[in-house]
């Protein structure tokens, strides 16, 4: 059976495009290609088996962010039930998937210890955020601590409690994908056992990396400095059309999708292909051929029309369920515990598998 699961951290305010079309997009995409197949399946008269509302999980990692100093224990109150509000507002349905916040699931923490006994250390010294992050030692907020290191094994914890087939990330999470791997995998050879699948990446096409508008050279992130380096998804009209007309792009005329030569021009165009909508989809380069002969300021308010006219109603929604967020308290509040019981049960297997006395 396919069992999805995926997560974003709640640090420092909401989600920006890069989460959404890496990643959320794909959320999506899945939740309703997997609605669509259980509601065949029911109509054929199989029965589905499982609770298929169970094979959907979509977490707010909020320990994950405990990594990050900056993160102030009022706001990241906040943020979890705000990143629980933006899930909502994208389109993912409580109704078809399990949304809860990892905290709330203990199980991810002890398995996460049954997994590091499984991790060399070097496989965790080798990951390219590790290493980024850590020798950042300017940057206060990100100390190089154990729990730095640790966190591709909780995060496969997360994965892997769950015994997820799939996981819908943007690239800049493979390594943690490709590393959850081996650990499952020394996890099945040491206990001679298959317990856990091997999980599989699910990735978007040309918007599984959206790089920053000031500079395509590094990755749109919530961490960047720049506030113009990304658009937040609850970033007004008005902002969205000020970052995209400071946004980079190069001296040549027209526009072409080329992403060695043309790396800041291919990032927009993929943000605009990304933001078409779903009964108008164009690839970058559809939408360049377009454009070939265009002023960059002409491609640039087409983007940024493309992307207020995709966000406005996500916007809207934000705002109607800060307003009043108890629907979504509760939400998270139910998913916590229907994830409960699922982990719960999946650690009762893993503690017989290793022998710990019961
Ligand atoms: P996080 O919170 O940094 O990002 C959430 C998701 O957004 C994707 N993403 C991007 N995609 C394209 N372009 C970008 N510029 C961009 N920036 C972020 C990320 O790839 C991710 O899919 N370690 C994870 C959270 C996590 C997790 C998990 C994910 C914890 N446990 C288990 C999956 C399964 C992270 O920091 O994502």
Known sequence: PTRIFSGMQPTNGGLHIGNYSGAMLNWIELQNSIARNEAKIAKDGGGAGEDSSSSLLFSIVDLHSLTNKAVQPASLRKNTVDV??????????????????????PAHCELSWILSCHTALGRLENMIQFKEKSKKNTDSAVQSTYGLLAYPILMAADILLYRATHVPVGEDQTQHVELTRKIAHAFNAHYKTDYFPLPQIVSTSESKRIMSLQNAASKMSKSDVSENSRINLTDSNETIAKKISKAATDSTIGITYDTVTRPNIANLLAIASAMMPSTQPLSPADIASQFTNAKHSEFKSFLTQTITNHLAPIREKIEYHQANPKYIKEILQKGSHRARSIANRNLTDIKNIIGLYE
């Open 84 to 105: 629980a509000i933006e899930y909502v507002a994208c389109g993912i349905d409580p109704d078809k998937v399990v949304l809860f916040n990892q905290s709330q699931v």
